[in-house]
């Protein structure tokens, strides 16, 4: 049998709680994921690609059937060169929404044969996003229980 295996494609500037959920359930429906850091040059970010890079390493290192890579092409191109049938997305509000179902018809597009596979953010976790975390550090909120250690680790560093 075929293995399946998806990618889940993010800035992850830093990786949270939020999304560590979508990749935990994505692990329910895939035999593999690829966490995939895919450069947005629309975003500013705050951590470079080699430190958001060691920390999804570092936080999925005991999780099995992930990989980690970074792409600074398409998504839907690095998919199909790796074999996935699915690109997996996070949706946390209708404005969520607008953005991921353009992004989806542009994929679609590109190549039909990669499917979009959504799922919704649990209530625990709906308000979490990078951009938040980062302004909630910045004004000195314990962002302990939203991120994970090696994140928060990362950030305390910044700090000194
Ligand atoms: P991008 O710049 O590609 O949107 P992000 O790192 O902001 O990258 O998000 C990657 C994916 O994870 C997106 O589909 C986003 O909607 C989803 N996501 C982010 N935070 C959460 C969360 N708290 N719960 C569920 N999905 C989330």
Do not use: W
Request: aromatic share 8%; glycine share 4%; charged share 25%.
């Amino acid at each position: 049998m075929n293995m399946k295996i998806a990618v889940y494609p993010g800035s992850f500037d830093p990786l949270t709680n939020g999304h560590l959920d979508i990749l935990k359930r994505a692990l329910n429906l895939f035999d593999k994921v690829i966490l995939l850091l895919a450069v947005n040059p629309k975003k500013k970010s705050v951590f470079t690609i080699e430190e958001r890079l060691s920390m999804m390493k570092e936080t999925v290192k005991d999780l099995k059937g992930v990989e980690v890579d970074f792409t600074d092409g398409l998504t839907v191109a690095y998919a199909k060169e790796h074999g996935a049938c699915s690109l997996i997305r996070g949706l946390r509000a209708v404005s969520d929404f607008e953005y991921e179902f353009q992004l989806s018809a542009a994929n679609s597009f590109i190549d039909p044969d990669i499917d979009m596979v959504f799922l919704m953010a649990k209530k625990e976790t709906t308000f979490i996003s990078s951009s938040m975390i980062n302004q909630m550090f910045q004004s000195g909120v314990d962002i302990k229980p939203l991120v994970p250690e090696a994140v928060l680790r990362a950030y305390q560093s910044k700090k000194k």
